[in-house]
């Protein structure tokens, strides 16, 4: 027996398929089917969490999607625990484990009720009003407090051992939604030969017909019709039906985020797939048939568990074959409410009384009532209800006072009327429009290609649902380029139309009360609550809803919302409309952190990118550093060796013998065309004409702004053709920034850039014996100074395949940096060092490039330049070329402010101890014994131990630097001031004769 | 000196190298290393760069035109990738057209990925936004587009196969994000 509330006969569940889960420990039978809301009720069990401010015992309010309370853990292992589930969407499995929430020690004795006890204390805009002073309280004292008083469920602490799946996908007409209207509408796109998509949430289609079982369709129960319908879709090729699947996100140009959940409900998932797949889907066009959502009754403790929405109780009784109490009450506004009351009858549940707060029910659903012998008390309310755990009875009285009367129930059935779902439709950016009528917003004015039918779009009736859907899905399809051929015939019939409804409090929870009347369960917003907003001066319904929390819950306000509102108008005196409607934003529902990153994790987290010699320089021992994507070798320790001791060994070893570095990294733009010299002359400070094929250049290039953009030696190949070499960062923005330019403002040039970044491998060898070194490998270029000099570029072989090899240094040393196509790298590395090693020389890392040069008082733009850097600030003033009549940046240099006197000027700084190195990024001052705030007056912009200086070396920007060498400026540290002494930017071989070598 | 020539040539160590993967529905496998050029030149020079590469360039967007193992794609108005599978010298058969244009050897800048299968589409689609549908997306379709984080260039060379070109170093992470791709679009 899957639970003593099952009505044998009643439901579509399979009676032999059983299933087993806990709850709280305790263990509970269950139906394949089930889900977690339905089987709790199958046993009886309504009590199913604690609310979240005042801790009041709740149970479960809906059977589906948009349910406030019953919020619980799933766990399925140590790893795999979801926290705030939807136990009315989340199926059952076999061995599942459910935990209740927020509460401690346990559901039925939790010691955080006291707060209902202080809940006059507890009132709307309280932190704000409670927890303003002393200012360093909130500090220390209130938000560590809040924050660990606030929240829900609690977080897995390993690593997620699920996977998860992204998919971009494509359609004609995506319909949202597979109640009667969304598959109808499917239906009729489907046979035009349109590419469709259709969603829902739940685990079968069918929607509302889940519930409705007075509906039929084409001669069969509605739902029947459905899983038919559905099943026909699905063989169609042109189609794609996806149960389990929510529409969360509605973006711009019908760009739809789904979640489907692939493998939640089952107990035992196959490893390969995935537990949840997002779907981007872009879809010509988009039919939202999202349905309706009932809303409660507000009234005093209209909380306790075993009220539920009179649908709900619907659904449980008719789809999975549970009877929500034994004694029922009903609550209502609104004619639907009746047909609940009729199923439980005819199932043989009591029905204490219908209560129905309009004097005039629905004549229809009043005579069948009488037929079935219900009571029905119209013109009354339900005032109060009692019960500790569980609803025990209802206290009702006639609209406008007199005695009330208590009726013993055991679960009470509430309905207001219905909410048109336009959460879709308003996150396309449609504007609702209220309809005084009929007393609600529906879709007004569109922004996107999409259409709303159904219960969505206030339309009630069943057949004109029908049609409404099937002309859409025509109209949806002739619009994306295709024709209808056939007459899509569907007949509904229902038993009763629906009339009615009503939004705000009910009876006995007016203006002049202030009983708990409860409109978000999930905050715990009362009608009162709201009331005291427009008191305290809160106008707008963006100020209320902030004020009170009101919709701010998981649920987004999906029943609570309307009631709001219109208690907010009626407080106001003013119309709903006038009032206005918060914005309903994505996501819909819940949505995992896995299904938003899909694949993105480890390995594919973002892309690693490695150089073609990353395996080898692996074998010797590097150590890696993360320059933006790239992996770069930072040092090669050898054993026993730390960080320090090998970046040591290998500045000297370069400077006394030779080390080869892995330059791969190094941006590569190819800049060919007749127009490549005159291109190359506006992008840089340079000039360019005069550069001989065959040799280099160092060039600088500015922005706009006239402050250093990027730097490279660039090589003239031939005359039409130059190879330039950018930063490691700045290759991508480098290559864009001269597109740009290009294509924007010098489009009359014959010139063409591609980024050469990785067809080159590039190997440099730096030190005296550089030559030596490559010497024996390289075939067709005479290497000697005479005929290869500093600043040169040659094209010849190296080991057998072609090379552009350069005559470069970024040490000071003897360079070449051996360019070869990528796949060759490996091979030609290897070659080099077995060359290299005999001869005593090293493979040198990113720390010892980046000393070596600052040694020399070479820049790195991006450390030693911020963007407010001009070429005469570092030095480079030189680089510019004082005839040319244009280039870019060169208005931005002549601004008053980038020739005054006391820029920030690049200059060295030696500290006044040798042993002492500087931080880089400590402010530099003028005088350490001024009052705080000190003047600063710059930066140290990089600072290394120098092995071959023997001591500490540094750069920095200082106000006015250049006029300060041998000035003594000071560094204040946490722990002591450093004094410096300024200098000239070269602090080895200042003669510059070694790179001639 | 010219004793180490030749008897040392320097082998090639391609990315992806033996590269296999995927699922029954979308098999994956490294491409072989084939000759690339960036190809860039003005309406007028289309002519006779066609004439030199033995296949008429295409000049609309998202077509290519194929032969003998050798792929031009239009990458843009005045842009072409193109792959010759035979290794053939590319730069040499384009420097015979006597037209204005430039050409840069890529041949090593890229790698490719070749996808094939029922499921290659809805492999691609777990990271590409483009429409894939044989409607849209035609045999000889191509385009510079981004699977994940990564830029690629896709060419359909058959209903069932997908070749995917992208910059050397991105390819552990293209061919790892297939990888995945393929294995769901097999469920």
């Known amino acids: 027996m899957s639970g003593a509330n099952r009505i044998p006969g009643a439901g579509r569940l399979t009676p032999a398929k059983t299933a087993r889960f806990s709850f709280d420990g305790k263990s509970y039978a269950a139906l394949e089917g089930d889900t977690v809301a339905s089987a709790l009720l199958a046993n009886g069990v309504h009590l199913v969490g604690r609310s979240f401010k005042y801790h009041r015992p709740r149970g479960i309010v809906s059977a589906g999607a948009e349910e406030p309370n019953a919020l619980i853990g799933v766990e399925r292992d140590a790893a795999r625990k979801q926290p705030n589930v939807r136990a009315t969407v989340q199926d059952v499995f076999d061995g599942m484990k459910v935990i209740s929430q927020n509460r401690w020690p346990s559901l039925a004795f939790d010691v955080g009720a006291v707060s209902n006890l202080l809940s006059p204390f507890l009132a709307a805009g309280f932190y704000y009003k409670t927890f303003m002073w002393p200012k360093q309280a909130w500090k220390h004292v209130y938000e560590p407090q809040i924050r660990a008083a606030a929240g829900l469920g609690v977080s897995p602490t390993e690593d997620d051992t699920d996977h998860y799946s992204s998919r971009y996908a494509h359609c004609d007409v995506l319909v949202i939604g597979a109640g009667v209207a969304g598959l109808s509408a499917a239906l009729a796109a489907a046979k035009t030969g349109a590419r469709v998509i259709i969603c829902d949430e739940q685990a079968e289609v069918g929607g509302a017909l889940h519930f409705d079982k007075s509906v039929t369709v084409n001669g069969l129960e509605g739902f029947t019709w459905a899983q038919a319908t559905a099943a026909d879709l699905a063989q169609m090729e042109n189609v794609t039906v996806l149960p389990r699947t929510t529409a969360f996100g509605y973006y711009a140009q019908n760009f739809v985020a789904l979640s489907e959940r692939v493998t939640e409900h089952l107990a035992k998932p196959d490893r390969k797939l995935p537990r949840e797949r997002l779907w981007q889907v872009r879809a010509k066009r988009v039919i939202i048939a999202t349905g309706a959502i009932e809303r409660h009754m507000v009234f005093a403790n209209n909380d306790r568990p075993g009220i539920m929405l009179a649908s709900a109780a619907r659904t449980f009784l008719n789809h999975f074959g549970v009877a929500v109490g034994k004694k029922i009450g009903v609550y209502t506004a609104n004619d639907s409410a009746y047909e609940a009351a009729f199923d439980l009858k005819r199932a043989g549940i009591t029905v204490a009384a219908i209560v129905d707060s309009r004097e005039k029910p629905g004549e229809a659903v009043l005579a069948e009532a009488r037929k079935l012998g219900i009571e029905v008390l119209a013109g009354h309310a339900v005032v109060d209800t009692a019960g500790k755990l569980r609803v025990a009875s209802m206290s009702v009285a006639r609209n406008g006072g007199g005695r009330a009367r208590s009726i013993a129930i055991d679960a009470l059935l509430v309905s207001a009327g219905w909410t048109p779902s336009v959460h879709m439709f308003s996150q396309s950016r449609g504007k609702v429009a209220y309809d005084f009528e009929s007393q609600r917003f529906l879709p007004g004015t569109y922004a996107q290609d999409c259409l709303s039918v159904g219960a969505c779009n206030g339309t009630n009736d069943l057949q004109a649902t029908i049609e409404e859907s099937l002309a859409a899905g025509e109209l949806m399809s002739n619009a994306s380029g295709f024709t209808a051929t056939q007459k899509i015939e569907i007949h509904g019939g229902n038993a009763f139309a629906w009339t009615g409804g009503m939004a705000g409090a009910a009876e006995g929870a007016g203006p002049d009360t202030t009983v708990k009347a409860f409109i978000d369960f999930q905050n715990d917003v009362c009608a009162k609550d709201i009331r005291l907003a427009v008191r305290e001066g809160m106008h707008s319904i963006e100020h209320i809803k902030r004020f009170t929390t009101n919709g701010m819950a998981t649920d987004q306000g999906k029943l609570s919302n309307i009631h709001g509102l219109a208690i907010a108008a009626e407080t106001l005196g003013r119309e709903i409309p006038k009032v206005g409607l918060t914005t309903f934003r994505a996501p819909y529902t819940p949505v995992t952190f896995g299904t938003l990153i899909n694949h993105s994790r480890g390995e594919l987290f973002d892309p690693t990118r490695k150089t073609p010699m990353h395996a080898l320089e692996e074998q010797m021992g590097a150590v890696f550093e993360d320059v933006g994507q790239w992996k770069r070798a930072w040092y090669y320790p050898r054993a026993g060796e730390d960080m320090h001791q090998a970046v040591n060994r290998e500045c000297k070893t370069v400077r006394d013998v030779a080390g080869i570095f892995d330059a791969s990294t190094l941006g590569k733009i190819e800049v060919v065309g007749p127009d490549a010299a005159q291109f190359l002359n506006l992008i840089y400070t340079n000039s360019w004409d005069t550069l001989k094929p065959g040799r280099c250049r160092y060039g600088i290039m500015l922005r706009e702004d006239g402050f250093v953009y990027d730097d490279g030696v660039v090589g003239r190949m031939a005359e039409d053709r130059f190879h330039v070499t950018t930063t490691t960062g700045g290759a991508a923005r480098v290559m864009n920034h001269m597109e740009d330019y290009l294509q924007t403002e010098f489009p009359h040039l014959n010139v063409w850039l591609t980024s050469a970044t990785e067809q080159w491998a590039v190997i440099a060898v730096q030190g005296p014996k550089a030559r030596d070194i490559i010497a024996p490998l390289v075939e067709g270029i005479d290497l000697s100074n005479e005929a290869f000099p500093h600043m040169s570029v040659r094209e010849g072989k190296i080991c057998g395949v072609p090379t552009r090899l350069f005559r470069m240094s970024f040490t000071g040393e003897t360079g070449f940096e051996v360019n070869v196509p990528a796949d060759f790298g490996p091979a030609v590395w290897a070659a080099i060092w077995a060359q290299a090693e005999p001869m005593g020389a090293c493979a040198y890392g990113t720390e010892t490039m980046h000393i070596l040069r600052a040694e020399k008082g070479y820049i790195i733009v991006g450390q030693d330049t911020d963007g407010t850097v001009t070429p005469d600030d570092a030095s480079l003033g030189w680089a510019v070329g004082k005839k040319k009549p244009d280039f870019v940046g060169i208005r931005g240099l002549r601004r008053p402010d980038l020739v005054a006197d006391g820029r920030k000027q690049l200059v060295g700084l030696l500290t006044k101890d040798p042993n002492v190195v500087l931080e880089e990024g400590a402010q530099i001052v003028v005088d350490p014994n001024q009052a705080l705030p000190m003047t600063m007056i710059g930066h140290v912009t990089s600072a290394y131990w120098s092995e071959n200086c023997g001591r500490s070396i540094a750069l920095a920007l200082v106000a006015g630097g250049k006029a300060k060498l041998g000035q003594t400026l000071y560094v204040p540290m946490p722990d002591r001031t450093i004094a410096v002494e300024v200098s000239d930017m070269v602090f080895f071989d200042k003669e510059g004769g070694r790179i001639n070598g | ?187």
């Open chain 2, 1 to 187: 000196m010219a004793d180490l020539i030749g008897a040392d040539l320097a082998t090639r160590t391609p990315p992806l190298a033996g590269f296999h993967g995927g699922s029954g529905a979308a098999s994956l496998s490294a491409a072989t290393p084939a000759t690339r050029l960036s190809l860039r030149a003005k309406p007028d020079a289309v002519s006779a760069l066609s004439l030199a590469l033995g296949l008429s360039l295409p000049t609309r967007s998202k077509t290519s035109a194929s032969g003998h193992g050798r792929h031009a794609l239009w990458l843009g108005p005045d842009e072409w990738l193109v792959i010759d599978e035979n290794g053939a010298d590319l730069t040499t058969a384009v420097a015979s057209s006597g037209v204005l244009h430039s050409a840069t050897d890529i041949s090593h800048r890229n790698t490719a990925v070749i996808v094939k299968g029922r499921g290659a589409e809805v492999a691609i689609n777990g990271g590409c936004p483009q429409d894939l549908s044989l409607a849209v997306f035609p045999v000889g379709a191509c385009s510079r587009t981004v699977l994940g984080k990564a830029e690629i260039v896709l060419l359909r060379t058959a209903e069932d196969t997908f070749r995917v070109e992208c910059w050397r170093s991105f390819a552990p992470y293209v061919s790892g994000l297939l990888n995945e791709a393929a294995e769901d679009a097999g469920n």
